[in-house]
């Protein structure tokens, strides 16, 4: 009998702690496999940035517009908002990308791994590496492990579809499955509600101020 086991005969129920411990413990390793996707994609994109590719003027060449939209007219309240849900769109798919047979869940974290990467690239050789990690860690450090575990609940997911196929598993889901991995959805999608607050709230804040002559300097702002 494995640890998970004894913790839930022993317990009265299901305590969420306990169960939203199991579920890591059972997703952590796809949680990872997601982030070293990511890393790849980060690779990429900035191998691209230094063959002097800018993929940003590449998609927008191709699809007429820019990839991502105009908000300098929105107020930080709006903006929250609308981090918050393309970013819990992007949660969602990477969690159903589980019907694609995980190849869109992979493709997600590449793909946005290689645009961080190149943007950043981008954005480091103009105004220097300070203002990336300024710009993006704040909120950073709350998105892609939400992103991650969004990833990983759906690599997980169709491990256990193979696990169920090949008869080493009964069924796919349980009571307790759908239990404990529910509340690790619930503390990944907390996280990007974390992220949106700060991305919209903090991060312009010390961009401001850490880095406002330079970027008036450049003709800019942040």
């Known amino acids: 009998m494995d640890n998970r086991t004894q913790r839930e005969r ?10 939203l411990a199991d579920a890591w413990d059972e997703h952590s390793r796809y949680v990872g ?28 060449e191709v699809v007429g517009e820019p990839l991502f939209p105009d908000i300098s007219d929105r107020s930080r309240l709006e903006l929250a ?17 589980v019907l694609t047979l995980g190849l869109l869940t992979a493709w997600a974290m590449v793909f946005n791994g290689i645009i ?12 220097g590496v300070g203002y990336i990690l300024v710009g993006l860690f704040p909120h ?17 997911l169709l491990y256990r579809v193979g696990q169920r ?15 404990r991995t529910g509340l690790l959805v619930l503390a990944g999608w907390l996280l990007l509600v974390v992220a949106a607050v700060v ?10 101020v850490l880095f406002a002559d330079r970027l008036e300097s450049m003709g800019a702002s942040p």
């Open 165 to 179: 196929i090949r008869g080493t598993r009964d069924s796919i889901v349980t009571k307790r499955y759908l239990y």
């Open 10 to 19: 022993a317990s009265n129920g299901y305590p969420p702690r306990a169960a």
């Open 199 to 208: 991305e919209a709230f903090i991060t312009p804040a010390l961009l401001e």
């Open 81 to 97: 908002q609308f981090l918050l849900v393309n970013n819990s769109r992007a949660y969602l798919l990477s969690i159903l990308g």
């Open 116 to 127: 961080v990467g190149n943007v950043g690239a981008f954005i480091a050789g103009s105004v």
């Open 33 to 60: 496999f997601a982030a070293g996707l990511f890393a790849v994609g980060i690779v990429v994109g900035i191998a691209l940035m230094v063959a002097g590719y800018n993929l940003l003027e590449i998609i927008q």
């Open 140 to 156: 950073g450090i709350f998105e892609l492990p939400a992103l991650f575990i969004a990833a990983g609940i759906g690599f997980r």
